[in-house]
């Protein structure tokens, strides 16, 4: 069964202090993974899409990597306005029409 | 360019009553889903069209239906609302990739539903 596990579910950070967020998934055969921020009460926005172990995308602080099991988006010097909920989410290469998320992560960045 | 918008953003319903989440998106995309959104669980998907006059089911699809006849609109009907179908109700639609098929997910802002 295809499943997507994050962790940790909630991280507090102050300001500057760098850190990782995880991804974890089982998927039988992958043909996309994403990252999406949510802010309170709105929906999703899309940061990354990440296709093969090994691949990196990068926006501002936010950086995404990818090996056969799992994902990380490292947040670099972290600012309060990076504070939201990161979800991932994955597509499998065998039934590519459905998209499967994680509970999300939601980070707090304290000035 | 409107994105995706969804109306209403607020419903509340009894039990038992019926009703209509509107989703349309002005992108030209082919591929739009339904999804849920409850407290520790995630982003469910309830039912996805990959274009007009095809839909299928997801994960949650029981208590909901859709239809798809223009590529812009892709409502999402409760037959009869029951209380577990409290939840933040998000609408999606998808660009097509030349890397990867289906690509980033363009999301509405949601519609909270309440139902007694």
């Known amino acids: 069964e295809d499943q997507v596990t994050q962790s940790p579910e909630a991280l507090r950070l102050q300001e500057g202090e760098s850190s990782s967020l995880n991804c974890s998934y089982t998927?039988?055969?992958?043909?996309?993974l994403f990252w999406y921020r949510q802010d309170p009460g709105k929906g999703p926005e899309f940061l990354f899409t990440?296709?093969?172990a090994g691949e990196e995308k990068e926006k501002e602080r936010l950086k995404a990597t990818l090996t056969k099991k799992e994902s990380f988006l490292h947040i670099t010097a972290p600012k309060p306005e990076d504070s939201a909920t990161y979800l991932c989410?994955?597509?499998?290469?065998?039934?590519?029409?459905?998209?499967?998320f994680g509970s999300g992560t939601k980070l707090n960045v304290k000035p | 360019n409107a994105g995706v918008t969804q109306t209403p953003k607020f419903q509340v319903l009894k039990t038992g009553q019926s009703m209509t989440l509107q989703c349309a998106q002005d992108?030209?995309?082919?591929?739009m889903s339904w999804y849920r959104q409850d407290p520790g669980m995630g982003l469910r998907l309830i039912h996805y069209?990959?274009?007009?006059?095809?839909?299928d089911q997801g994960e949650v699809p029981n208590g909901y239906n859709v239809s798809r006849s223009t590529t812009e609109d892709f409502p999402l009907r409760l037959l009869s609302a029951a209380p577990s179908q409290t939840s933040v109700y998000f609408c999606?639609?998808?660009?097509?990739?030349?890397?990867?098929?289906?690509?980033?997910?363009?999301f509405g802002p949601g519609t909270r539903l309440t139902v007694l």
């Open positions: 989410a994955v597509q499998a290469a065998n039934n590519f029409n459905k998209f499967y």
């Open positions: 999606a639609s998808t660009r097509t990739s030349g890397h990867a098929g289906y690509n980033e997910q363009f």
């Open positions: 990440l296709y093969s």
């Open positions: 992108m030209n995309h082919e591929y």
């Open positions: 069209s990959v274009g007009a006059g095809i839909t």
């Open positions: 998927v039988s055969g992958l043909r996309g």
